[in-house]
């Protein structure tokens, strides 16, 4: 069975660009979550969806918006890129919502910012 | 203070070591605890996940938490040369949201 999957997995953008990034959860599984992992960091969580409702947003700016469609598949957009926004965007899966349901991790998308 | 502190490392042990990997949490209403692999470039990977206080173990890798001291720990036997990576813990609450530590990033020298 396919993982997560992730696309695009690199791209470089420009300041004040926007970007869209696209996640494909494990099939079945109703719930995706978005992360941010800078260099050297931990991932940082930014957006959590399950039935295609949004269940949680962490501390960022409302450049970062996010979406899940019928299919469970989801996009996080960045508008008014900036350098800081350079990272590795993660998106996870899991098949439920609440308490100790195993999330899995797709490879990420890298951003780079110029 | 961070939710969840984690050594940085990095560590560097020889293979067949014994390799024991920390944190610590601040937060009473964390519930579960994962620990993820990641290699260089790569996505987190799924290693460990234990629910109640204390020890799991598969394979190689035995995962530890107590709640009462709200400290995890991942220990390693054995260690080979694949398993050089970032580690990182991972608690949860009562939603699927993650709070990783910085990650312990590991050599295992052959």
């Known amino acids: 069975d396919a993982g997560v999957t992730q696309s695009p997995t690199h791209l470089i953008k420009t300041r004040g660009q926007q970007v869209t990034l696209r996640c494909s959860p494990i099939?079945?599984?109703?719930?995706v979550s978005w992360y941010q992992q800078v260099l050297g960091q931990g991932p940082q969580f930014i957006f959590q969806y399950y039935e295609k409702e949004e269940r949680g947003r962490g501390n960022f700016p409302d450049r970062f918006s996010a979406r899940q469609f019928p299919n469970y598949s989801s996009e996080l957009n960045v508008n008014a890129l900036l350098l800081g926004d350079s990272a590795l965007y993660l998106c996870a899966s899991s098949d439920s919502w609440g308490t100790g349901n195993t999330i899995y991790f797709g490879e990420g998308s890298w951003l780079t910012v110029v | 203070q961070k939710e969840v502190e984690q050594d940085p490392g990095p560590l560097s042990v020889p293979e067949g070591a014994i390799v024991s990997l920390n944190c610590t949490y601040s937060n009473s209403a964390f519930q579960y605890f994962m620990w993820y692999r990641q290699y260089s470039r790569k996505g987190p990977e799924l290693l460990m996940y234990t629910y109640s206080s204390g020890n799991k173990e598969d394979g190689r890798f035995t995962a530890q938490v107590d709640k009462s001291s709200k400290y995890i720990s991942l220990f390693i036997r054995d260690s080979q040369p694949s398993d050089s990576a970032t580690y990182l813990c991972a608690p949860g609450g009562a939603t699927n949201k993650l709070i990783f530590g910085t990650g312990t990033l590991l050599a295992v020298q052959p």
């Open positions: 099939s079945g599984h109703k719930s």
